[in-house]
């Protein structure tokens, strides 16, 4: 049997010691970041930085009064808020109840300002929302199996929705679906073109098209009932009932029908435990005239130690959530959120689609395909 030297030079005992500790700041570091976002979570939910936002800097006092919340709970965020710099304080020198806490404007960008393609809060109702089913995880990693979307609960749904927004409603209609002049005509003439969106969560995806093409007619698909609920609320919220419709319905089911000029699955496929089936029903509503686009994470084409510049967010989304709900339905292919070009090509062909183009659209979060019929 091979023993192991477990000698160390003085230059090997260093490197082990500035390796240590630099993983001991690291974790510390990441410690940090979990109190960031657990705090950033209180204070969105509770309207804190809305208020601070929209009212100038305010002591723990008014900021409790105005949010109808209890001082000392607000006066210990305000400071941790400070610390973690997040906030400003105006006068530290005062006294506990009679500093004034101040959101620079450029974190109320981030954190307030809905409409913005850096609004970032529902990252934080996102990270809350994953960690809620954890035990449940920790058990399909001893069991298998996996953890139903449902589990999650409203945290994931919202939060989802909310990062996802913006560019839904400004991008999606402004820049991507124009790149594709074919498609953008289309979906611009007469008669009125028809959009299937699969997996279509809170349903921004399919408002984003029906606000900028206002003869489209889009029916959205999603399994999870409480998030069509939401997209719906949505929908009437811009005032889009009418050309908008949405439905409670597996993507894989065989009896979805229609024609469609338009097919689109946005950050869905990789959730799915059955993606073939998806698509063989996204090529059935397509037909031989329409086009079928999938936007999904823009990971490597293969696993590199490093991995991209995105993938240490996607191993951990995949970790947490979107393998545990892929696995929840057995059979299941367990694709997880880091799904590289070639795995989407393979499924594409076995749904008897002849290939996946990559589509030259620049995203930092997104990569785009068009299924080629």
């Known amino acids: 049997m091979a023993t192991i030297d477990t000698t160390m030079t003085a230059a090997n005992a260093a490197q082990h010691a500035a390796e240590r500790d630099a993983f001991v700041e690291r974790v510390l570091q990441s410690v940090g970041g979990v109190f960031d976002m657990f705090t950033m979570y209180i204070g969105d939910r509770l309207g804190l930085y809305t208020a601070l936002a929209e009212n100038g800097p305010m002591t723990s006092v008014e900021l409790a009064e105005r949010t109808n919340t209890q001082e000392r709970y607000v006066r210990e965020w305000l400071e941790q808020q400070t610390v973690t710099g997040v906030l400003e304080v105006v006068n530290p020198d005062a006294g506990p109840t009679a500093r004034w806490y101040r959101l620079p404007p450029a974190h ?47 945290d994931v749904r919202e939060g989802q929705a909310g990062v996802n927004r913006a560019a839904f409603l400004t991008e999606l209609g402004e820049t991507w679906l124009p790149s594709l002049p074919d498609v953008h005509a289309r979906l611009l003439a007469d008669p009125p073109a028809r959009v299937a969106d699969i997996g279509v969560g809170a349903g921004w995806s399919s408002i984003g098209i029906a606000l900028r093409y206002p003869k489209a007619q889009v029916d959205g698909f999603d399994l999870d009932a409480p998030s069509i609920e939401l997209a719906r609320a949505n929908a009437q919220t811009v005032g889009l009932n009418g050309r908008v419709n949405f439905h409670v319905r597996d993507a894989g089911d065989s009896a979805i029908d229609g024609a469609y000029d338009l097919v689109t699955a946005f950050e869905a496929v990789h959730d799915m435990s059955d993606p073939v089936a998806a698509m063989r029903t996204m090529r059935r509503l397509a037909g031989d005239d329409g086009a079928v686009i ?68 620049d995203n930092y979060f997104f990569r785009f395909y068009r299924l080629v019929q």
Not at 297 to 316: A, L, Q
Not at 346 to 355: L, P, S
């Open 294 to 361: 999938v936007v999904d994470e823009r990971v490597g084409d293969s696993f590199t130690p490093s991995g991209n510049d995105v993938e240490w967010m996607m191993y951990g989304w995949s970790v947490l959530h979107c393998l545990p709900v892929g696995m929840a339905d057995q059979p299941s292919v367990g694709t997880g959120t880091v799904m590289r070009t070639d795995t989407l090509r393979r499924y594409a062909q076995e749904a008897g689609f002849r290939d996946v183009e990559v589509l030259p659209i």
């Open 108 to 154: 109320a960008e981030v954190l307030v300002e809905r409409d913005s393609l850096n609004y970032l809060a529902p990252m934080a109702q996102l990270a809350v929302g994953v960690t809620r089913p954890v035990t449940a995880v920790v058990e399909a990693f001893r069991r298998g199996g996996g953890v139903p979307f449902g589990a999650y609960g409203a």
